[in-house]
């Protein structure tokens, strides 16, 4: 009884007869042939196949339960393997001539079976991988994100209504939530890059967890200097720069902003793309989706929320209450992070590029202390070189226009705004609260138009609906009847209605972004597109800095609308115009 084995190569099992009959000299060289041409085979699969590490692999030949005639010769043949010679023991083998046809062909059946297995793929039906495209790769672990974000959103956006309102209650003008809003956004330029950059070396669930510390610890200090600043009846008419509880909270604002921005990046560009699966089109787009509503939840309820209290309470009370809601969220965040590590079984801890964690792109070291000034403008020049060279430029930069619009949006500004026209705090955060609303709307709104437009002409429609609704606002506004209520509520549920194109466009937009941008380098990436945006804003407040006063809002309006148009005709002008990168990536018909 013979039986044959090659590994990784075969050969036919009717030279066995052939073999045996050969006298012992002829055998040794039949053997020596037969050994080389084995092995020059195996070299042809190395070239073919490079990435394999076979270096260290040698084909073989064996034999079992084979009746020996005469003695076994061993013989030393030289080869060489991956331009290393060796040397190795070749034994030639005399077989007994009396093998039987039927075994010769019992194992070349077994061999055509074996290639059958290794050669086989199982194909799916169009209904199966769409099933699979819309099943995410760690549910589990997804739901669990969905939990810490909302935990941690609700005392952000709560934070966001809170501070402008209780700081607009100080000062009869702009001008101290326009400097605080300013400093944030250079901040956010100056140390984004970094942080992004920071957020590419380390892993990613300590490094998540030590920025949410940063964050409430932030958050923290500056209700305790807004509250100081109330109960001590301070006035901002005079000297804003000079008062050390400004300075402080100016700081803490800049820190607080730039850590909820780093946090936002990693999850939106990073931890939902391995969670989901970066080639499961439709979970990774109902993820997002979720996501949105999630924040846009969150600033309905904290709106709300801190609107009914600062209605029914002192200021300084309720700041004390959303204090204890800040140090109530942090642990629960904290711990909801280590269980979606956990429930994805360690898929966050995977390293996010191939290079090692310790090492940069251009292969310099871990950043220190002592050269953080040239390793941040290392950064700021890296991250530049990497925004600009992405395919999906375009799209990025129409965002970046979107943020100019810092006037025409429920945030700090419009809270001010309103509150100097006199309008109730239950009314402004109704106001936000109907704001978010239409975002919500928008999520589900946005899915329906990528099915019927494609993704690309879903966010083009997006941005011309904002920019049409904007611009009957701004004629609301510039008719002078905004002093009637009817008037201001008309001009409001205008803004109101067009957050439904801007919320459609930040979803669609956030999937473009994912697809164009390589996931070793999203958060460099995306914190540099952070800090443009902030360096949008900021110009924008600087130019309120300026013209604080309440009777210039028209021309800030009219500031923020000229920059959703441009947002609408740059997008635009790329769809007309699709390039063959555009088209692989977005199949763009």
């Known amino acids: ?90 034994p030639v083998v005399h077989l007994d001539s009396e093998i039987h046809d039927t075994e010769s062909t019992n194992l070349l059946v077994e061999g055509t079976f074996v290639d059958v297995i290794l050669t086989t ?63 944030t956004k250079v901040a956010v330029i100056a140390g984004g890059p970094l942080v992004g950059r920071l957020m590419d070396l380390y892993p990613r669930v300590p490094a998540y967890n030590f920025l949410t510390t940063v964050q409430a610890s932030a958050q923290l200090l500056s209700a305790a200097m807004i509250m100081q600043a109330h109960m001590a009846h301070a006035s901002l008419e005079t000297s804003v ?50 996501l949105s509503r999630i924040d846009l939840l969150c600033e309905i309820a904290g709106a709300s929320l801190f609107g009914i209290l600062l209605s029914k309470y002192e200021t300084v009370t309720c700041l004390k209450l959303a204090a204890a809601l800040m140090m109530w969220a942090l642990p629960v965040v904290i711990g909801l992070t280590w269980l979606t590590n956990k429930l994805s079984y360690g898929v966050l801890d995977r390293t996010k590029c191939p290079q090692t964690c310790c090492r940069t792109s251009s292969g310099e070291s871990d950043p220190h202390v002592d ?24 799209a990025s930069l129409a965002y970046v226009l979107l943020c100019f619009n810092a006037v ?23 106001f936000s609260c109907l704001c978010a609303f239409m975002g919500v709307g928008a999520t589900f709104m946005s899915a329906q138009m990528v099915k019927h437009l494609g993704i690309l002409k879903a966010g083009a429609a997006g941005l011309i609906l904002q920019a049409s609704v904007l611009t009957m606002a701004v004629g609301v506004y510039w008719s002078g009847a905004l002093t009637n209520r009817t008037a201001l509520l008309f001009f409001l549920g205008f803004i109101v209605l067009s957050r439904l194109g801007h919320m459609s466009y930040e979803v669609i937009g956030s999937q473009i972004l994912q697809t164009g941008i390589p996931p070793s380098k999203a958060n460099l990436v995306g914190a540099t ?61």
Not at 52 to 74: F, H, P, Q
Not at 255 to 271: C, K, M, Q, T, Y
Not at 543 to 548: G, L, M, T
């Open 408 to 430: 025409l949006a429920p945030g700090g500004l419009m809270t001010a705004f309103l509150t100097q026209h006199g309008l109730s705090p239950s009314l402004i955060g109704g």
């Open 1 to 90: 009884m013979a039986s044959l084995f090659l590994t990784p190569t075969t050969t036919t099992v009717s030279s066995i007869s052939s073999f045996s009959s050969l006298s012992p000299r002829q055998s040794d060289c039949y053997s020596c042939c037969s050994s080389t041409s084995l092995r020059s085979s195996h070299r042809r699969f190395i070239q073919r196949c490079p990435n394999l590490r076979l270096n260290k692999l040698y084909t073989r030949c064996s034999l079992t339960n084979i009746e020996v005639l005469n003695n076994i010769v061993t013989e030393e043949v030289d080869h060489e393997a991956s331009q290393e010679a060796s040397s190795c023991s070749v």
């Open 241 to 290: 720069l000079m008062r050390p509880w400004f300075i402080v909270l100016v700081l803490a604002g800049a820190v607080e902003r730039l850590s909820g921005l780093a946090l936002g990046v990693a999850v939106e560009r990073d931890w939902v793309v391995l969670l989901a699966g970066t080639n499961r089109p439709i979970a990774l787009a109902q993820a997002n989706a979720i």
């Open 371 to 394: 050269n953080l000034v040239d390793i941040s403008m290392a950064s700021i020049k890296h991250g530049l070189d990497e925004y600009m060279k992405q395919p999906v430029l375009p």
């Open 121 to 183: 793929l199982p194909i799916l039906s169009e209904e199966e991988q769409d099933v699979i495209a819309a099943t995410p790769a760690h549910p589990a672990g997804l739901y669990a994100l969905y939990a810490s974000c909302l935990a941690g959103n609700l005392v952000e956006q709560l934070w966001n209504f809170a501070w402008p309102a209780a700081i607009a209650l100080l000062h009869p003008s702009l001008l101290p939530v326009a400097v605080m809003g300013f400093c």
């Open 529 to 589: 597109e952070v800090s443009i945006a902030s360096l949008a804003e900021s110009i924008i407040l600087g130019v309120v800095i300026i013209a604080n006063d309440v009777s210039h809002f028209g021309f800030l309006a009219t500031l923020s609308l000229v920059s959703v148009v441009g947002a609408a005709w740059l997008f635009c002008r790329w769809l007309a115009n699709p390039s063959d990168v555009q088209t692989s990536l977005l199949f763009v018909t």
